[in-house]
């Protein structure tokens, strides 16, 4: 039969969720089938919650020692995480592992009554780098797709939704020629989210294509062909 992960009594029956130790009165909680406090339960949410830093349990456990000895007491919980993700924002080589750490200070400051605001707008930032890095890269490769294909031309494509800015909406209004084609990320763009903008390759109808070339050819052929026909039955 289980204990009591706090006074060790034995339990009449096997616990599927939280309930009150009838000997001492605390709180139990349920993870993976086994009892365990409510510290433990919470530093297993935490770290399941940041699997996508991976963060392991003796990363965890490292911290907190550390973090004990510097405060003089157990350090809790929330204070070990927001070490970790301070952690994670200050060694982190890509974007994204600066925007989700913030996010989590974010929740972890909701969650102690503070302000998180700060963090939001943390994450915010590093979400329109991200965005605008991603932009980028997909412009320089759609640029070395459609450079050399048989047309001169492209137009700006937006996400056509509430979060294009002004700016962007103007340059896709517009056909460009292809050495002419705005750098994206746009540089005027005012979008809060970042500039999402592509490119799309546009046939120009004003320059005949090699087909087009090859059949105009065939029918000026045929034209003289026609001619030197009419031409040889007057003289006969």
Request: overall charge neutral; charged content about 30%; glycine content about 2%.
């Amino acid at each position: 039969m289980p204990t009591c992960p706090y006074c060790s009594i034995t339990l009449e029956s096997v616990l599927k969720r939280k309930k009150k130790c009838p000997s001492c009165g605390k709180f139990i909680f349920v993870r993976d089938g086994r009892p365990v406090t409510e510290d433990e339960a919470r530093i297993q949410d935490n770290l399941w919650r940041l699997q996508w830093f991976r963060l392991t349990r003796p990363d965890f456990d490292k911290c907190r020692a550390e973090l004990s000895e510097e405060f003089g007491y157990i350090a809790s919980v929330n204070d070990t995480m927001w070490r970790l993700l301070n952690t994670q924002v200050a060694i982190a080589k890509r974007i994204d592992v600066v925007e989700q750490a913030h996010k989590e200070m974010a929740r972890i400051a909701t969650e102690e009554g503070k302000d998180p605001q700060p963090y939001l707008d943390a994450a915010r930032r590093a979400t329109k780098v991200r965005i605008n890095q991603g932009t980028c890269e997909a412009f320089k490769r759609e640029m070395e797709e459609i450079r050399d294909l048989p047309h001169t031309k492209a137009k700006i494509r937006t996400c056509n939704d509430s979060h294009v800015c002004p700016a962007c909406q103007e340059i896709a209004s517009m056909t460009w020629p292809i050495d002419q084609v705005p750098e994206l990320p746009y540089e005027k763009c005012t979008s809060e989210t970042g500039c999402r903008c592509g490119i799309s390759a546009v046939i120009d109808l004003s320059v005949p294509t090699a087909q087009q070339n090859e059949r105009s050819i065939e029918q000026s052929r045929a034209k003289l062909e026609e001619l030197q026909a009419r031409a040889a039955a007057l003289r006969q």
